[in-house]
């Protein structure tokens, strides 16, 4: 505990001494829930709030913080209807609606939260135009994330976590140079760590994209693009057991990302484990079975356990639904040069890993890490 958070705890407990002398004081129940927010303590903080309310009715800044302890708590509900009653007292708070809008956003409600970030609020503050964007993100609406970015760094171009926002924008709308530039004023940012170390993993700097990805996640444990970093990471080191650890552990914490799913299998599938590798593969085409990378790497298992008429099924519907996906395009080179040969293809694939394949030098592997990593 550093020092600051211990004088938080000190402050609360002095307190709520004071309060067991006088418990139904209002002015001091109110002291202490703020200490205990400020303590990070949002339980305690709603319980005093709680007390405070039997007394009397809370209203304005009281309100307001009740919302924010029962957000820290995880209990969205009741924040979004503290931070409607604080709205009552004053509708033309822009700080409350982004308080609505980022409770609702933690809730899921993501088209909910977007609706509460008018453009007087995006205007005003900063967080909520990070909001806004990582709102727009989320939903899949890059064309207006896009769009919306730059008028927003403009704006604000000294407030770090919106930088930060952009930068893993700007990596999916495939702008590595603004991505970098955000990155690097996003400062320690997690977001932004992890945008740099990405950047550094497709430049095959290895040791500094793992410090990078290290630093993210010792800043932000729950850190799903940090973890499927470090794995692609440990997978172009060569370490294919502990990169599916990794790779599995995103997967799961992104739970839909069809792209971390065929990264957990490839993993496998590289450490010999082809059962393990199919079964993320078909997990992948669980969450979406136009997904033409989970078809394209099922089919290469399948051709190299010798289901070749399976295979070729596989081979030719994910021409169809996406010919230029790197899986897609491997199981139609590994079936072309075989013929469907179960042997040839697999001395193929061993020797395409190990040797260069491509005019700039660059190995099976090379190409795989790449394809995972924008994936």
Known sequence: MDMASQDSVEKLERLADFLKADPENPALLADC???????????DATAFFKRLEAIEPLAGGDANAAGIAAMRSGDQQAAQLWFAKALDDNLGDPGLRFNIAWSKALAKDFE???????ADVVEALPQAAMLDLQIEHELGHFD?????MHAYLEKFPDYGPLQAAASVLAMDVDDPDLARAAAEKGGDHPDAL?????????????????GQYEKALATRPFNPRAEIGLGLVDLAEGNAQNAATRLDKGAEQFVDHLGTWIAAGWAHFIGG?????RDRFETALKHDDTFGEAHGSLAVIELLQGDTESAERRIEVAKRLDREAFSTALAAMLWEQSQGNQEKAEQIFRIASQQPIMPNGSTLMDELIKALGNS
């Open 33 to 43: 829930a703020q200490a205990a927010l400020e303590a990070d303590q949002p339980a």
């Open 112 to 118: 909910g939260a977007a609706e509460m970030l008018e």
């Open 144 to 148: 207006e994330a896009a769009g919306k």
């Open 194 to 210: 992890t945008t740099l170390a990405t950047l550094d993993l497709g430049d095959r700097k290895l040791d500094d994209a793992r």
């Open 273 to 277: 484990d082809l059962d393990a590798a």
